[in-house]
T-cell receptor, first 111, second 116 residues
Framework: QKEVEQNSGPLSVPEGAIASLNCTYS??????FFWYRQYSGKSPELIMS????GDKEDGRFTAQLNKASQYVSLLIRDSQPSDSATYLC???????????FGKGNQVVVIP | GAVVSQHPSRVICKSGTSVKIECRSL??????MFWYRQFPKKSLMLMAT?????????EQGVEKDKFLINHASLTLSTLTVTSAHPEDSSFYIC????????????FGPGTRLTVL
């Protein structure tokens, strides 16, 4: 089982709609959870950090964490063409400070 | 915000030469920095973990004598690709953990290395 799984294929959403991304992780002891955005040819940019169960909102982004289900999600509201990128879910395994990344989900926002 | 810089952003070199890449945390201290490599349309691959004042920890399959890492201060880590070959051409990215956070890693803009 992979440490972090992002199984959905490319996601196309119309401008103004909500984009929903999901991620599961295998290490039940994980404590820190992140979403990064990576534009083509650029490095990842941290957009959300979440550490406790529930929702965390920052602007148009909402992260949701459910440790019992080992599940992290990201919602992007009012999607804009500038949101078109690959979104990486990342988790810090227990007793470690490195990041375990999912493969990423490509999001395409259609004007 | 937490800013990480890398220098150079792009380098082209001849096969057999060595290239040094600098990674700096500009507005925070970073006890731990990481070096990644990313090939086109592939996932990030962690190469090594760099702790200030100690030897780097390399991931399996990464040659420590080829990829020399020095983390001399709380704001600077360097990666030297020794005797570079065309297969070393890649996008090298560093990241740094901001002290006082729960392992929030901030990435530098990356260095694109092309070995001819």
């Amino acid at each position: 089982q992979k440490e972090v799984e992002q199984n959905s294929g490319p996601l196309s959403v119309p401008e103004g709609a909500i984009a929903s991304l999901n991620c599961t992780y295998s290490d039940r002891g994980s404590q820190s959870f992140f979403w990064y955005r990576q534009y083509s040819g650029k490095s990842p940019e941290l957009i959300m950090s979440i550490y406790s169960n529930g929702d965390k909102e920052d602007g148009r982004f909402t992260a949701q964490l459910n440790k019992a289900s080992q599940y992290v999600s990201l919602l992007i509201r009012d999607s804009q063409p500038s949101d078109s990128a690959t979104y990486l879910c990342a988790v810090t395994p227990e007793g470690n400070n490195r990041l375990a990344f999912g493969k990423g989900n490509q999001v395409v926002v259609i004007p | 915000g937490a800013v990480v810089s890398q220098h150079p952003s792009r380098v082209i070199c001849k096969s057999g030469t060595s290239v040094k890449i600098e990674c700096r945390s500009l507005d925070f201290q970073a006890t731990t920095m990481f070096w990644y490599r990313q090939f086109p349309k592939k996932s990030l691959m962690l190469m090594a973990t760099s702790n200030e004042g100690s030897k780097a920890t390399y991931e399996q399959g990464v040659e420590k004598d080829k990829f020399l890492i020095n983390h001399a201060s709380l704001t600077l880590s360097t990666l030297t690709v020794t005797s570079a070959h065309p297969e070393d051409s890649s996008f090298y990215i560093c990241s740094a953990i901001r002290a006082g956070t729960y392992n929030e890693q901030f990435f530098g803009p990356g260095t694109r290395l092309t070995v001819l």
